[in-house]
């Protein structure tokens, strides 16, 4: 069994910042990409950022120059740097990682930008 552990959503103010972690643990035989997707009351889950093993990061359009994910392939965990909140990007950030080439979601976080 894998599991996937996010920590470090919360409220934040427009124009503020955040910073979510991953962790998996597990039997874990290979991690490939791993990312962050985030779903809206209403809205389809959408992928937010991913990380392939070799460091290649892939970003939404609406996300460039103000998120920013790193991977620690040693720890298995992966981070997200959320700047410039904006009240729009309130949602449940879910965490997803190729775990030994299956698909293992996280059970979520929730980041709401208010005032």
């Known amino acids: 069994q894998v599991q996937l552990v996010e920590s470090g959503g919360g409220l934040v103010q427009p124009g503020g910042s955040l910073r979510l972690s991953c962790a998996a643990s597990?039997?874990?035989?290979?991690?490939?990409?791993m990312g962050w997707y985030r779903q809206a009351p209403g809205k389809q889950r959408e992928l937010v950022a991913s990380v392939t093993s070799g460091g290649r990061a892939y970003y939404a359009d609406s996300m460039k120059g103000r998120f920013a994910i790193s991977r620690d392939s040693a720890k298995n965990t992966v981070t997200l740097q959320m700047n410039s909140l904006k009240p729009e990007d309130t949602a449940v950030y879910y965490c997803?990682?190729?775990?030994?080439?299956?698909?293992?979601w996280g059970q979520g976080t929730q980041v709401t930008v208010s005032s």
């Open positions: 597990g039997s874990i035989v290979s991690i490939h990409t």
């Open positions: 997803n990682a190729w775990i030994n080439s299956l698909s293992t």
